[in-house]
């Protein structure tokens, strides 16, 4: 499975987010300047975190979107389904075998549900404060630069 573009742009603005909550609401124009994402782009992406249920708008003097539910009550898992329009794995790999895809008689299939349930679990697991502290802060499309780069800078 491949994460779409637009799923990894909701999670680096839910990082955003997470990040300056002090500064909430904050608009999608302001987060794609800082994340470096399309902001008409980005304005999609908040109507289909809204319709979810995962953030609001806010309207009037000091406008733009909060979250509904703390961050620490959505996982990534939730965040990932949202965006990708349902369940991650909900196929076999296989799928177009007449094998009849069972865990008892397919040795791939079993192998790819156990995979599959590892995932899912891990992605339940984080939420969006752990993946937002535990991800380096940068624009989208650009790593931050290593220590050992840095180093190398300096000794120049």
């Not at 909550?21 to 302001?30: D, G, I």
């Not at 177009?96 to 040795?107: A, R, S, V």
Request: proline content about 4%; aromatic content about 8%.
């Amino acid at each position: 499975m491949k994460v779409t573009k637009a799923t990894a742009y909701a999670l680096h603005a839910m990082m955003h987010m997470v990040r300056h909550r002090t500064q909430l609401p904050v608009t999608t124009s302001e987060i794609a300047k800082a994340e470096g994402i399309p902001s008409g782009y980005l304005s999609k992406i908040f109507q289909k975190l809204t319709k979810a249920g995962l953030v609001k708008a806010v309207r009037g003097k000091k406008r733009g979107y909060v979250f509904v539910r703390q961050p620490e009550e959505v996982s990534m898992l939730e965040l990932f389904e949202v965006m990708e329009g349902g369940p991650l794995f909900s196929d076999c790999l296989l799928r177009h075998c007449d094998c009849g895809g069972t865990t008892k008689n397919c040795h791939i299939y079993a192998k790819w549900i156990t995979a599959t349930n590892k995932i899912n679990q891990l992605l339940q697991e984080t939420d969006l404060v752990a993946a937002s502290w535990n991800h380096p802060e940068h624009r989208f499309n650009s790593l931050p630069e290593s220590e050992t780069s840095k180093d190398k800078k300096n000794k120049q």
